[in-house]
């Protein structure tokens, strides 16, 4: 059956280092998403993807974090530099399409440390 | 701007008991509402959608637009129920992305 991979699945790193994250969604999949779960809380979007377009970056903290999905497959989401808040997890999920009750099917996520 | 509340952070319940996860949705709209479990050391995923109306593993959840609630509801809890278990908005047009509670984890006590 057909997942979402994401990897690495653990990283820890210093503050002010930069870190990358890189995301394969299920095969066919147009619509891309990277999400932060905060310990304690539900996940939030950061980024959302058409093929190779940005959708919504609203809530993507920009002077420190960049997103891309330059062919429209793989997508990967970047921090520098990174700091203690970012401390998370990163998860990625992928639908089909953008229409009415499609599932999202996620990755296992990145754990992020920032020491 | 939408959110999704859920009340309790651990509910504890025994084997054969029913179960009630409460959610309760803020949104200026006609949101769509879905249930999300990860059981330990799994991914996150899909549960039930309240536009499919079914039952999944037993689980059901009703959209009440009157209340803004959709609370998930099993009528006799298993061992295997025990998760943690989202609940998720999401609004319409072009931006299908998850507004999430903060999850409540579910433990079935033997």
């Known amino acids: 059956e057909a997942e979402v991979a994401q990897s690495p699945r653990y990283k820890i790193t210093e503050k002010s280092q930069a870190v990358a994250f890189w995301c394969d969604p299920i095969s066919g999949h147009a619509t891309l998403y990277w999400y932060r779960q905060i310990l304690g809380q539900g996940p939030e979007l950061l980024v959302q993807?058409?093929?190779?377009?940005?959708?919504?970056d609203s809530q993507l903290p920009k002077d420190r974090f960049s997103a891309e999905r330059l062919k429209g497959v793989d997508s990967t989401l970047k921090i520098q530099p990174a700091e203690l808040g970012d401390s998370a997890m990163y998860l990625c999920a992928s639908s089909l399409a953008l229409s009415a009750g499609n599932e999202q099917f996620f990755g296992p996520g990145t754990r992020l440390t920032v020491l | 701007a939408q959110r999704v509340t859920q009340p309790e952070k651990l509910l504890s319940v025994f084997k054969g008991a029913p179960v009630e996860l409460k959610c309760n949705y803020s949104?200026?709209?006609?949101?769509?509402l879905f249930w999300y479990v990860q059981y330990s050391r799994q991914r996150l995923q899909l549960l039930l959608r309240?536009?499919s109306r079914e039952s999944i593993k037993g689980f059901t959840a009703d959209l009440n637009k009157g209340e803004t609630s959709f609370h998930l509801k099993k009528p006799f809890a298993q061992e295997e129920d025990s998760a943690m278990y989202y609940c998720?908005?999401?609004?319409?047009?072009?931006?299908?992305?998850?507004?999430f509670g903060s999850g409540t984890r579910l433990q079935v006590q033997p």
């Open positions: 993807f058409q093929d190779e377009s940005v959708v919504d």
């Open positions: 998720a908005l999401s609004g319409g047009g072009g931006r299908r992305a998850l507004t």
């Open positions: 309240h536009i």
């Open positions: 949104y200026s709209g006609s949101p769509e």
